[in-house]
């Protein structure tokens, strides 16, 4: 069954009921890493939980402040500029790794990829803001590498898991592709960070984690992050600004949340518009706790990855919603599992009038 008062804690942790956080930069460093493959939802994860408006995020990536890659798990998220070098340098590897039968098969070696980098940087020395994706696989196919049947994406993958790349600022309506050496900093690798030490690195991953996502346990980390539970381990006596709270297994709370969630009372049952692919529902292995197997279902039907976006009351899933039509005739068309209550339904259409939605 689901656990109110651990959904509630952890959407009190996760700064959706209060909004603590002064600048979309300030919440996306305080997660560490938000996912990102669905650029809008990710851009409204940052946007609830700091200044509530979705124009502060894309000046964000425009100044250069946040940015995408693929630091770990083979997914993208969004980022703190001076964060993505050295969590790709801590986590990128395995996943690499694990991408590399699937290169083989494109026909994807060494060469190619030293050949595609040198294009794109050379390229990018004329084009400070970056390229478009398409204008990025342009270049490789203007010089016989070609992108097709899946190749472009392995190739801006790689790149990008090295370090080479990333995605920064906003074209008005993705994120140009832009050289890492110009755009992120040197001193944020994770020797200049952390003069290479992965465990204090996984230690500070952790209680970033943990602060923004508690109550959650060592594995709950270990999940989300992929980095080995013997490191997460050996890391944790590191981990300081967090305190632990009983249960069948540790868990680790930031500290004083659970007098912050107290002082709340009933506002942490507010409800609340969440993206798809909000950390409230993806940062955790097990999202039983916020809602029924049987509505888990419904939210991610066919269990293929694909999230749909969530409504939220008394802390609770109760269904799923989408926008319809664009700006200035965008409707509301909610789907909740039963029927709300009138005051419920009141507040769910004030939120999707105040949501954070893209201008464009």
Not at 155 to 181: E, F, H, K, M
Request: charge should be neutral; aromatic fraction near 8%; glycine fraction near 10%.
């Amino acid at each position: 069954m689901p656990d109110r008062e651990l959904a509630q804690r952890r959407l009190v942790a996760q700064g959706l009921v209060t909004r603590p956080y002064a600048t979309p930069h300030d919440a996306v460093r305080a997660f560490a890493a938000m996912q990102g493959q669905d650029l809008p939802g990710v851009l409204a994860s940052a946007a609830l939980r700091s200044t509530g408006r979705v124009e502060d995020v894309l000046a964000a990536l425009n100044d250069g402040l946040l940015v995408r890659g693929y630091p770990m798990r083979g997914t993208i998220f969004l980022t703190a500029a001076e964060d993505l070098r050295w969590m790709t340098e801590l986590m990128a590897g395995a996943p690499l790794r694990g991408a590399g039968p699937r290169r083989r098969e494109l026909g994807l070696d060494e060469e190619q990829f030293d050949r595609a980098g040198a294009l794109l940087l050379e390229a990018l020395a004329r084009a400070p803001r970056g390229l478009s994706r398409n204008e990025a696989l342009a270049v490789l196919d203007a010089a016989g590498l070609s992108t097709g049947g899946g190749r472009g994406y392995h190739i801006l993958y790689t790149l990008i898991s090295r370090s080479v790349l990333c995605y920064g600022p906003w074209n008005g309506g993705d994120q140009n592709i832009v050289a890492v050496s110009s755009w992120l900093s040197e001193d944020s690798t994770l020797e200049r960070r952390f003069n290479g030490d992965e465990v204090a690195a996984t230690a500070e991953l952790m209680r970033r984690y943990f602060t923004s996502h508690g109550p959650a346990t060592v594995r709950d980390f270990s999940w989300w992050s992929k980095i080995p539970l013997t490191q997460c381990r050996a890391a944790l006596p590191l981990v300081d600004g967090v305190e632990q709270v009983p249960g069948d297994e540790p868990a680790y709370v930031r500290l004083g949340l659970a007098d912050e969630v107290t002082e709340l009372g009933r506002a942490v049952a507010k409800p609340l518009l969440l993206p798809g692919f909000d950390e409230f529902i993806l940062g955790y292995q097990d999202r039983l706790f916020a809602m029924t197997p049987e509505q888990h279902v419904q939210l991610v039907p066919g269990n293929n990855g694909v999230f749909r976006k969530s409504i939220v009351a008394g802390g609770l899933v109760r269904g799923f919603w989408l926008a319809k039509g664009r700006l200035g005739t965008r409707t509301l068309d909610a789907a909740p599992f039963r029927p709300l209550a009138k005051t419920t339904e009141a507040a769910v259409r004030r939120r999707f009038a105040e949501y954070p939605h893209l201008p464009a």
